[in-house]
């Protein structure tokens, strides 16, 4: 560690003595990269032309702090309430785009792609919505659908279609939308979407979303059945609104890269991490390079720019403090961005090490790690079984469970109990497992999950 510190201390040395020397063009970087650029957008443009955006108010707009921070730092930009439902189409039929419209004029002249935010979604929608009957409704949506992204055909880089539609249990939320049109209300908005706006892409876009869950693997499906189907669907967004001590879950990049497995870009569309300092530095970091290490994550969003515009204020979680001066967070972005590693803070581990409750890779056939999310009252373990050198035909993972924990589901597996000491066995699609390969299962529980070391038995 002495070492390490000392090697890390030198090379800022060095790093600082370069940026001295830099500091007529203002390039600070890590890398030594000589023309590392010194805005968000820029950076992000030069990480395989992602985008860097915020959520945007139009009521600011003629603050010129505000406006300056946005169109200097920021190449991207979503409408944080301006295309509401409540906001965009207030009475049926009568639609009101020129709040949305300051926003989109502005950003498109600066050159800027803009999320479309959103179409289709149980909040902030207007109440004479909410009494329509089924034959009403569909055809409420769909005008909808038609007149919002007809008003800027062409112009919208991504547009959430629909937003927020399912419960952390994985089941569809009830909004007015699946209780009077049913399951198929999702890909009736998508096949209208494309319809209105052929260019644009289209996504699903959701929170709680962010790690390995029972909402995540809902979502999942979800897209995995419209890809199967050819019901048209183009990204998923991830809202990723964190707070808490270590909110950015350990399987982040898991999750996106899984997603981008199905054929699908994956964006990071709310970006906001409650805290300060370099706690909060290190983990808006690792959001970064996370979705640097995907290929198809082609863009991230913070959602507002200064911390007492953000719509949770008090857990200043954005990258600019109230005088719109750069926070440490900001410079861990912007670092991340141009260099595309982290430069860990000489005690941090390095963002991908396992989490310190894994347990070593058993000797054997095979293997079983667990990754466990837990939050108050539940619980979701994501558990990899990875097969030794030598084939695997069927396994047997045991995990003890504490005190007080019983699952309430489970995937991708058979168990033998709900509490105590439970013994998963493959299902008839995974249990085959090649030299060095893996597969996944889960389980959701309530009480506390986290703690257990799964033991591992093949054939
Ligand atoms: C929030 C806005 O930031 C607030 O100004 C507004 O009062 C409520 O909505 N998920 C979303 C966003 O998709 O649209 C929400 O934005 C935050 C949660």
Not at 237 to 247: E, L, T
């Amino acid at each position: 560690m002495v070492t390490r510190s000392l090697r890390t201390t030198a090379r800022r040395a060095l790093v600082l003595a370069a940026a001295g020397a830099m500091a007529v063009t203002g390039v600070v970087a890590l890398s030594g990269t000589a023309n590392a650029a010194t805005t968000l957008g820029a950076s992000a443009a030069e990480r395989g032309g992602r985008y860097f955006g915020a959520a945007v108010a139009a009521n600011h707009l003629g603050e010129a702090r505000y406006f300056q921070t946005w169109t200097t730092e920021f190449n991207g930009a979503t409408p944080e309430n301006e295309m509401k439902w409540q906001t965009i189409e207030p009475s049926r039929n009568q639609f009101n785009f020129a709040p949305a419209n300051q926003i989109v004029t502005q950003a498109r002249s600066r050159g800027m792609k803009v999320r479309g935010h959103t179409l289709v979604w149980h909040s902030q929608l207007a109440g004479w919505v909410s009494s329509l009957d089924a034959t009403n409704l569909r055809s409420a949506m769909n005008n909808h659908i038609n007149r919002v992204m007809g008003q800027w055909r062409g112009q919208i880089h991504s547009w959430d279609v629909v937003n927020e539609a399912f419960e952390e249990n994985g089941s569809r939320r009830q909004s007015v939308f699946q209780q009077r049109l049913g399951n198929g209300y999702i890909e009736e908005a998508f096949r209208a979407a494309r319809t209105a706006d052929p260019n644009a892409k289209l996504c699903y876009n959701d929170y709680n979303t962010d790690g390995i869950n029972a909402k995540s693997n809902a979502v999942f499906a979800l897209v995995q059945d419209f890809r199967n189907r050819g019901v048209p669907i183009d990204c998923v967004g991830f809202q990723s609104h964190f707070n808490g001590a270590s909110p950015v879950p350990g399987n982040y990049q898991q999750n996106l890269q899984r997603f981008a497995n199905l054929g699908v870009d994956v964006q990071i569309t709310e970006l906001d991490i409650e805290g300060s300092g370099t706690a909060q530095a290190n983990n808006y970091r690792n959001v970064v390079n996370a979705c640097l290490a995907v290929s198809r994550c082609t863009g991230i969003t913070v959602w507002g720019i200064p911390d007492h515009y953000s719509w949770r204020p008090n857990g200043t979680p954005l990258l600019f403090d109230s005088n719109y001066n750069k926070k440490a967070a900001y410079t861990a972005v912007l670092n991340a961005l141009n260099t595309g590693q982290s430069d860990p803070p000489p005690n941090d581990p390095p963002p991908n090490d396992p989490p310190p409750n894994d347990p070593p890779p058993t000797t054997g056939a095979c293997a079983a790690t667990v990754s466990t999310n837990q939050w108050t009252g539940g619980f979701v373990g994501s558990v990899r079984v990875t097969a030794g050198s030598a084939q695997v035909n069927a396994w047997t993972v045991t995990v003890t469970l504490p005190s007080g924990a019983t699952l309430t589901s489970g995937w991708n597996a058979d168990r033998s109990g709900n509490t105590g000491t439970v013994q998963f066995t493959n299902v008839g699609f995974n249990g085959s497992i090649a030299p060095g390969q893996s597969v996944d299962f889960g389980y959701q529980g309530t009480g506390t999950g986290t703690g257990v070391t799964p033991t591992c038995a093949a054939s």
